[in-house]
């Protein structure tokens, strides 16, 4: 699943190719991707008719598009979610039903103006403009992603308004974030986890926070000193701010920027998907364990669990 740098990219992309532009109609190819709007498709169609994006905002992994009425349409990538700029589907129609196509919520600038291209097997819903522009397309291969209309949502969208900040966020308050963690008994990477405490960080920056901060993923949080928390805090900001350099981390060709190029952070990491490979710091192998339905990847010797 994207994470903060990836929707990062995602959301710059977009507010380069759809600020200012009028809604002139909206095409739901499917209902599941409009399934947390309550007034279904042809419902989410109407509202959006002749509404002006005004900016693409972004909290932890959510998206949201600012209306020029102070509403917004609210947009989560899932897995496998994607926005293409004036992308049909072309030569690339086969490459999309067999890997994915772009890179999950990716921007990819295609072939301007609405041709005749046949539809992308993945398309779920698409926006025309009013302008003479490319349309925007919501492709989603294994539909856990979506969008919903948000009333008065401009400023954050009521659904989301649980969430925490991230912390390349600049309101993020780290010290209230320190306090939120050691006052829950859990393990850290859970609540790293929690994106009702800290938003963004997802398994990969997780691992690769706790390994710069040479911290285990199973350490207790209410045991862990300030000092502690603030530096693994500290280590998920220098890593996704390292990722969103590079336009984020890609494994496959799920994973493209704007310009329909990888990211290449996966290049620098130094924890997440090394099983069996040396750690950088001390030599021995990185490991990799079971934990909430994923995988955990550390350095046994560097990040000791400490005492139960």
């Given at each position: ?197 800290v938003s963004g960080i997802g398994n990969i920056y997780a691992d690769e926070a706790l390994w710069r901060a040479k911290l ?9 000193p300030r000092p502690a928390v603030r530096a693994v805090l500290d280590a998920a900001t220098e890593v996704m701010t390292a990722a969103l350099a590079v336009g984020g981390t890609s494994f496959d060709a799920l ?54």
């Amino acid at each position: 699943m994207p994470e903060l740098p990836e929707v990062e990219v995602v959301r710059r992309g977009l507010a380069e190719h759809i600020t200012g532009r009028r809604i002139a109609a909206v095409q739901v190819h499917s209902d599941r991707a409009v399934r947390r709007h309550p007034g279904g498709r042809n419902d989410f169609a109407a509202v959006l008719a002749g509404r002006t994006i005004e900016q693409v905002r972004r909290r932890g992994k959510y998206l949201w598009l600012v209306l020029d009425d102070g509403d917004a349409v609210l947009a989560h990538l899932g897995m496998s979610g994607q926005f293409r700029v004036g992308a049909g589907a072309g030569a690339r129609a086969g490459a999309g039903a067999a890997s994915g196509g772009v890179r999950a919520g990716a921007v990819r600038a295609g072939a301007a103006g609405r041709g005749a291209a046949p539809l992308h097997p993945h398309l779920r819903i698409r926006f025309d403009f009013a302008d003479d522009g490319p349309h925007l397309d919501f492709l989603d291969q294994r539909t856990f992603g979506g969008m919903a209309f948000s009333p008065g949502g401009a400023e954050l969208p009521a659904e989301i308004a649980h969430i925490g900040r991230d912390p390349l966020d600049p309101l993020f308050d780290r010290d209230a974030a320190v306090r939120a963690i050691r006052g829950k008994h859990t393990e850290l990477k859970r609540v790293l986890l929690d994106q009702t405490v800290v938003s963004g960080i997802g398994n990969i920056y997780a691992d690769e926070a706790l390994w710069r901060a040479k911290l285990h993923y199973r350490r207790q949080t209410d045991r862990l000193p300030r000092p502690a928390v603030r530096a693994v805090l500290d280590a998920a900001t220098e890593v996704m701010t390292a990722a969103l350099a590079v336009g984020g981390t890609s494994f496959d060709a799920l994973y493209v920027n704007v310009n329909g190029e990888s990211g290449y952070f996966d290049r620098t990491l130094d924890a997440y998907g090394r099983e069996g490979l040396p750690c950088r710091r001390c030599g021995h192998p990185i490991r990799r364990e079971a934990f909430m339905n994923r995988s955990s990847f550390l350095c046994r010797v560097c990040q000791r669990p400490g005492r139960s």
